[in-house]
């Protein structure tokens, strides 16, 4: 009995210990790109280059990162799967090694400390300086859509991605960056001579070298870039350098649009300009970030797009987040005679969440983002380009209820233009996890809209079951209807998801789902399964 009562103790104790070694911090998602998104925590915060991070919306896992890039209290983090879409203001928790913070906090930062991942070594947070490191991932993704309709227009799309990041050259100052997707599209039957049976759409998104370390003032980036601090560019072909002044951070970078549909040299869209940010503050206080960008991008001779840009967030501790993206397009020579202005707001994006109570929370966005004209999009109808045509204001209440229920209400307004009445939203949801079973969670939702010339509604039931090492099971139901009165149209359409992630091993996992679509519109069923590898 004293043998199994001092295992039991020892065992206890190596928990707790792991436990004081480990925590989960949770930061909030500021901006969102097409292949990274960017939280307001970084080095400072105790993240380090690897961390693995997790986006959660009602109690499930949505998203699975790891963190890409880094400086003191920010980072943009790659998606390495995912299930849902993630937004502005979600939270992202991040296991944060407390041994490493401590560290971070009571001794300067080495040279090889932006590349930091404990997760390459568990049996200590150490690595050997002299010894380059190689960090990615791999991924295989096969989705199939069996279309039940009379049309049969079957479709199978198989990605294979790769990422690899090759750190700590040179001493720490040197580190090689390596992004791709290939596609292969397999239709039932060719659409049309551009749409054939079978095609390939391959993609290299990042292929870098960046020189400094993390503790260097001067940063250098060469190859095809995706800028994180002006992210609204995309990515380019070309070199970027950055120059760190204690709080600010000044940039300038140039280079060629890698895919465009002219691919001469003379016609190629190059881009240009610079950008000041300037940072200040502690996350768990009261931080400051803004970034503010002038942009151009010319095709040939000829002017596509000249604008400023500008990012920003504050936040008071976790009481008060507040975070904003802008672009103001400079006019001149045809894209004055067509906007008519010198100068044009054609793009705000502004978010706000305020914790009231520790049981309430408000939270406002307003959405004013426009695709901006450019030199392929001059010719188009003025009427894509609206004014009005994506404004709208939505507000939201996450209110904490007993036995571990959440309840989130929310309206939204958005204004087309042309003298059309304004589409109003209404929504309300409910969410519930760990009383019945642990691990187990329960959702709710139902949305209304109704417009000048449309309404509908959605509703959708979702249950959930969380096993020990991160094995999961899903089960959805849906609904959602329309009608659009000047056709006399109505549609009504079902969907049944079915979903399954477990780890095969310790760094592989798979996660696979099934979809059943009934109704006017869809008539089908979609097969999705993944298998991606972290090394």
């Not at 397999?186 to 049976?197: F, G």
């Not at 004055?336 to 793009?347: F, V, Y």
């Not at 983002?369 to 404004?391: C, E, G, H, I, V």
């Amino acid at each position: 009995m004293n043998k199994r009562l001092m295992t039991i103790t020892l065992a206890c104790l190596l928990i707790l210990l792991a436990a004081s070694h480990a925590m989960a911090e949770t930061f909030v998602v500021t901006y969102r790109s097409l292949e990274l998104i960017y939280i307001d925590g970084g080095r400072d915060d105790g993240l380090a280059v690897g961390d693995r991070g997790e986006v959660r919306r009602d109690n499930q896992v949505i998203a699975e990162l790891d963190v890409a890039h880094i400086a003191a209290h920010s980072a943009s983090l790659h998606i390495i799967t995912q299930t849902g879409d993630i937004a502005v203001g979600d939270t992202v928790s991040v296991t944060v090694s407390m041994a490493r913070q401590e560290k971070t906090d009571t001794a300067s930062t080495t040279p090889n400390g932006f590349f930091d991942s404990p997760r390459w070594n568990p049996k200590s947070l150490e690595r050997d300086a002299s010894k380059p490191v190689l960090d990615g991932s791999v991924g295989l993704r096969v989705s199939h859509w069996d279309d039940q309709s009379t049309s049969n227009l079957d479709f199978t799309q198989t990605n294979a991605t790769l990422r690899l990041k090759v750190s700590n050259l040179w001493d720490g100052k040197l580190a090689l960056d390596f992004r791709t997707r290939g596609r292969h599209n397999l239709r039932q039957r060719s659409y049309s001579s551009s749409v054939p049976e079978s095609d390939w759409d391959n993609n290299i998104y990042e292929f870098s070298v960046l020189y400094g370390a993390a503790d260097d003032p001067f940063h250098m980036q060469l190859g095809r870039i995706a800028p994180r601090r002006v992210s609204g560019i995309g990515r380019f072909d070309g070199a970027l350098i950055e120059q760190s002044l204690t709080r600010l951070t000044i940039g300038a970078f140039a280079g060629a649009e890698p895919s465009w549909q002219y691919q001469t040299r003379d016609n190629a869209l190059h881009k240009l300009g610079g950008y000041a940010n300037y940072s200040a503050g502690s996350r768990r206080t009261s931080r400051i970030e803004l970034t503010l960008a002038a942009i151009a991008e010319y095709h040939a001779s000829t002017v596509s797009r000249e604008f400023l840009y500008t990012q920003g967030r504050f936040n008071l501790g976790s009481r008060l987040n507040i975070s904003h993206t802008a672009e103001f397009d400079i006019n001149r020579s045809w894209r004055k005679t067509t906007a008519g202005e010198t100068i044009s707001l054609s793009s705000l994006y502004l978010y706000a969440r305020y914790q009231i109570t520790n049981g309430l929370a408000a939270s406002v966005n307003f959405d004013n983002r426009k695709t901006p004209w450019t030199y392929d999009t001059r010719d188009m109808a003025d009427s894509l380009f609206d004014d009005n045509l994506r404004q709208g204001l939505r507000g939201r209440l996450d209110i904490n209820l007993p036995l571990r229920v959440v309840a989130q209400v929310g309206a939204g307004v958005r204004d087309r233009g042309n003298n059309l009445k304004p589409t109003h939203t209404y929504t309300a949801g409910l969410r519930q996890s760990g009383v019945i079973l642990r691990g187990l969670s329960l959702r709710a939702n139902v949305s209304n809209f109704e417009g000048e010339d449309e309404r509908g509604h959605n509703t959708s039931f979702n249950i959930s079951q969380s096993f020990p090492h991160q094995v999961s099971v899903g089960l959805g139901y849906s609904t959602y209807y329309y009608a659009l009165g000047s056709e006399a149209l109505v549609r009504d359409n079902r969907h049944t998801d079915l979903s399954l992630r477990f780890p095969i091993k310790r760094r592989m996992r798979f996660d696979t789902s099934i979809q059943l679509n009934t109704g006017d519109d869809t008539q089908g069923h979609r097969f999705d399964t993944g298998l991606s590898y972290q090394f």
